[in-house]
């Protein structure tokens, strides 16, 4: 395991939308375990791949409802809305406010192989979403109100 460099906006690379994946062989799991490392190191509550450089629809929350990692994801479906303070690991030291849906099923490849729907609300639908974005090269910034420096 390995703690890989968290790319900073506005690097390009956070601005592009990722590729699906399509075996989830060593690479991706190697990916996954950096991941964790890295966002254990930066003390965050979710990563995007692009976040480390790659672009692959993987992404990693951890909050108190538990961790979720997420390969190719998939929204089915939102509800509710809420609005509240975001901040990223990519724009360090920035808030912002931010409206979501208050809770969405999210479908998504296990490192097992296996699928899985999620039903979160709250702070971690919330980061799902802000994943999930990344994966679409979308900066939670370009939907923000409220921008504030920490
Ligand atoms: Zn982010």
């Known amino acids: 395991m390995a703690i890989r460099i968290i790319v900073k906006d506005p690097d390009p690379v956070l601005h592009k939308r990722c590729r699906e994946v399509e075996v989830i062989d060593d690479k991706v799991i190697t990916l996954l375990d950096d991941m964790i490392e890295t966002l254990h190191a930066a003390n965050g509550a979710g990563l995007a791949a692009p976040q480390v450089g790659i672009l692959k629809r993987i992404c990693i929350v951890e909050t108190e409802d538990g961790f979720f990692?997420?390969?190719?994801?998939?929204?089915?479906?939102?509800?509710?809305?809420?609005?509240?303070?975001?901040?990223?690991?990519?724009?360090?030291?920035?808030?912002?406010?931010?409206?979501?849906?208050?809770?969405?099923?999210?479908?998504?490849?296990?490192?097992?192989?296996?699928?899985?729907?999620?039903?979160?609300?709250?702070?971690t639908a919330r980061a799902f979403q802000h994943e999930m974005d990344h994966l679409d090269g979308i900066v939670y910034t370009s939907k923000a109100t409220d921008m504030q420096d920490d």
Request: glycine share 14%; net charge positive; proline share 4%.
């Open 69 to 123: 990692e997420l390969i190719n994801p998939v929204l089915k479906s939102g509800k509710g809305t809420q609005t509240g303070v975001e901040g990223c690991l990519s724009v360090p030291g920035k808030y912002g406010k931010v409206s979501r849906f208050n809770e969405v099923k999210v479908e998504a490849f296990a490192r097992d192989g296996k699928k899985y729907l999620y039903k979160v609300k709250g702070f």
